[in-house]
């Protein structure tokens, strides 16, 4: 079995900055990519941000490039992602996601294995 658990979340003010963490653990597994998904009430789950676990690149959604980062440490099992400038539109749950097959979709989340609960990201304007 695979656990991801996602912490960080929280009630910020438009402008603010929060944190997220997630850490992998369980059997082993290949991993190849890990990712950040968000949903908002009423709306489709949709792809934040993703890095490759071995080389690191980093692919970012449009709608959060510039003010989010996406990091890992591979020693820690562990992915990140820095949410700078925050607004209230990026209200909703976070999840990460993990990637277990080598060459699919980053930004699709019927590409990823294993997902966390999720953890609440509120902007208060």
């Known amino acids: 079995q695979v656990q991801l658990v996602e912490s960080g979340g929280g009630l910020v003010q438009a402008g603010g900055s929060l944190r997220l963490s997630c850490a992998a653990s369980?059997?082993?597994?290949?991993?190849?990519?890990m990712g950040w998904f968000r949903q908002a009430p009423g709306k489709e789950r949709e792809f934040v941000a993703a890095?490759?676990?071995?080389?690191?690149?980093?692919y970012y959604a449009d709608s959060v490039k510039g003010r989010f980062t996406i990091s890992r440490d591979k020693a820690k099992n562990t992915m990140y992602l820095q949410m700078n400038s925050l607004k209230p539109e990026d209200t909703a749950v976070y999840y990460c996601?993990?990637?277990?097959?080598?060459?699919?979709?980053?930004?699709?989340?019927?590409?990823?294995?294993?997902w966390g609960q999720g953890t609440q990201v509120t902007v208060s304007s």
């Open positions: 996601a993990v990637q277990t097959v080598y060459g699919r979709r980053w930004s699709s989340s019927g590409s990823y294995d294993y």
């Open positions: 890095i490759t676990w071995s080389g690191g690149n980093t």
């Open positions: 369980g059997r082993s597994f290949s991993t190849y990519v």
